[in-house]
């Protein structure tokens, strides 16, 4: 059996999972929190050097801001031939944002491999499972399932959205995975979610109050009428980081939902 870690260090979850002979570290958080990152794998007893590959759901910038500055200590970024177009996808994000920290990929070192062939790849850490594609939230997106019923989706929309992208390329991807009988979920910015004989639905987690779920509200309705931050801070009377956070996450996930944006608050917040 697998054993996982869960790292909360930033708005993004990442998880160190370890097989039989080796290690693979799924995701990263924005540029700027490697030393976050460190600390929370010290918190594991597994050494930095010790992971094998990092493997990125999808390069948005806050699931591979580090991805670089964690493989200049010996761990390989792996990628699957479908996302070799968008590695540097974020790259002009964290230029705009002036993150002298972020360190941008460096394509000659990244270990490359067609889908076919995850399960071999995999088989490499002692792990028994495979990497499909699941599209949606962006064209990149891939989802890393272990026999053992382990599910790690990266952003694509929670369960408990299903019922809102029935038909759609999200909805499409889920059917491919629930057809592999999950038991556990694990998301990039929700709860884990554990599924019952590997079938049913989790309940969506309510909101921490409606107040809080209306202020979010909002903030989103401002942003849709492209006002600035601060004015949208000064309209609403949220605190600008506040509006900040509501406004990085919307924008960076297209079709998230007030729920999921408040997941992602909690879990920063962790």
């Known amino acids: 059996m697998p054993v996982i870690h869960e790292l909360k260090y930033s708005n993004t979850n990442t998880y160190l999972i370890r097989g039989s002979r ?18 929370a ?3 594991t007893g597994v050494p930095v050097q010790s ?23 010996g761990p390989v970024i792996a990628a699957a031939d479908l996302q070799r177009e968008f590695i540097h996808s974020a790259d ?9 920290s972020f360190s941008p990929i460096r394509d000659e070192k990244v270990r490359f491999f067609a889908l076919s062939e995850s399960r071999r790849f995999l088989a490499e850490l002692g792990l028994d499972g495979e990497i499909l594609a699941t599209p949606g939230h962006s064209e990149d997106s891939i989802s ?6 382990e599910l790690f989706v990266g952003d694509l929309n929670p369960l408990y959205e299903l019922p809102a992208h029935a038909g ?38 309510s909101a921490k109050n409606e107040e809080l779920s209306a202020l979010v509200k909002r903030i989103m309705r401002e942003i849709d009428r492209g ?12 605190d600008p980081g506040f509006v900040e956070d509501v406004a990085r996450m919307y924008l ?11 997941d992602r608050i909690e879990i920063k917040g962790k």
């Open 22 to 39: 080796g290690t693979l570290l799924f995701d990263t958080g924005w540029a700027g929190t490697f030393p976050l990152f460190c600390r």
């Open 41 to 43: 794998m010290g918190e």
């Open 51 to 73: 992971i094998d590959y990092i493997l990125i759901s999808h390069f948005h910038p806050d699931h591979m801001g580090i991805a670089q500055n964690i493989a200049d200590l």
């Open 92 to 100: 002009g994000v964290f230029e705009k944002e002036r993150r002298n």
């Open 144 to 149: 890393l399932f272990l026999d053992s019923g």
């Open 168 to 205: 759609t390329e999200i909805g499409r991807s889920w059917e491919k995975l629930l057809a592999m009988r999950p038991k556990r979920v694990y998301y990039g910015h929700a709860r884990t979610a554990v599924l019952e004989g590997g079938a049913s639905l989790p309940k969506p987690q």
């Open 227 to 238: 006002r600035p931050l601060d004015q949208v801070s000064r309209k609403t009377g949220a």
């Open 252 to 262: 960076t996930h297209p079709g998230v939902g007030v729920q999921g944006i408040l």
